[in-house]
Structures are given as C-alpha cells and as structure tokens.
C-alpha cells in the first residue's frame, strides 16, 4: 500500500487538474509508515516501521527498516540514516543503494533491544556504515 492510499487526511489526492496538497516536497510521517524499501537492483529489502526524529533540533534522524522474517517472526531492524533513503515517486517507494547482503550484515537490532540512537559514537558508526553524512553536522 502506498502513502497515496494511506492519506486519512487527503493531503495527497488532487480535486483538479492543477496539483494540490504537500506531497511530496513535504509528507506526513504517518503516512510513510509501512512504504515499501528497495535497493538499486530492484530488491524488496523490507519496509519502513518508525521514523525516529531527534528532538534537540526537529530534524529526521532514522529510518527504521524492518527486514527478513517470516509471518513477523525473525524480523530484524536497521536503523537507516534518512538521508540515505531517496523517495521514488513514480513507483512510490523508497530506494536503499545497499545489496541484501551488506543490509543483512549491517548492524542491526530486534523489537526488544533498541539501540540508544541518541548515542553520537553509535550513530556515527550507523551513519558510516550507510556511506551517509551525519544529520547533525
């Protein structure tokens, strides 16, 4: 299901030829929530769970990408830095350039056992792996 669909506030259908509404340039978190995540080769990677903000300075710290599992049992989470995800648009998903096999080596955690993300030397190490700049500088 694509954010389209899960707009309860129709902030992304269109009354008229002319576009209207926020989107994309500006989105509602609720609705990208469950958004599709694939890498470059078209792989289905997971989906996005939770968006994490950090709240000293209102910007959009993570990403949280649920990967693997089966019926919801052994999924795993990634914490994703949200500059490394691209909003594809016209497919309307989000777009990971990472393979499955770095993603399932990459650091990660269970429903359980989240990391404490406010921790600079642990979202440094998170932000390094991605190959992504550190939201906060």
Same mark, same amino acid.
């Given at each position: 299901?694509?954010?389209?669909?899960?707009?309860?506030?129709?902030?992304?259908?269109?009354?008229?030829?002319?576009?209207?509404?926020?989107?994309?340039?500006?989105?509602?978190?609720?609705?990208?929530?469950?958004?599709?995540?694939?890498?470059?080769?078209?792989?289905?990677? /997971?989906?996005? &769970?939770?968006?994490?903000?950090? =709240?000293?300075?209102?910007?959009? *710290?993570?990403? @949280?990408? !649920?990967?693997?599992?089966?019926?919801?049992?052994?999924?795993?989470?990634?914490?994703?830095?949200?500059?490394?995800?691209?909003?594809?648009?016209?497919?309307?998903?989000?777009?990971?350039?990472?393979?499955?096999?770095?993603?399932?080596?990459?650091? /990660?955690?269970? &429903?359980?056992?989240?990391?404490? =993300?406010?921790?600079?030397?642990? *979202?440094?190490? @998170?932000? !390094?792996?991605?190959?992504?700049?550190?939201?906060?500088?």
């Amino acid at each position: 299901m694509s954010y389209t669909e899960r707009d309860p506030y129709g902030m992304y259908r269109y009354t008229s030829g002319e576009k209207q509404g926020p989107g994309p340039e500006l989105m509602g978190a609720q609705t990208l929530q469950g958004e599709d995540i694939y890498n470059t080769k078209d792989e289905d990677l /997971g989906d996005l &769970k939770e968006i994490m903000i950090d =709240m000293r300075n209102g910007r959009i *710290a993570y990403a @949280v990408l !649920s990967h693997g599992g089966v019926l919801g049992m052994g999924k795993k989470l990634f914490a994703i830095p949200w500059s490394a995800l691209k909003l594809d648009t016209v497919k309307k998903r989000f777009t990971l350039d990472i393979t499955k096999e770095r993603l399932e080596a990459a650091p /990660g955690f269970d &429903k359980d056992a989240w990391p404490r =993300m406010a921790d600079e030397t642990w *979202a440094t190490q @998170v932000h !390094s792996y991605y190959k992504a700049k550190p939201y906060w500088e």
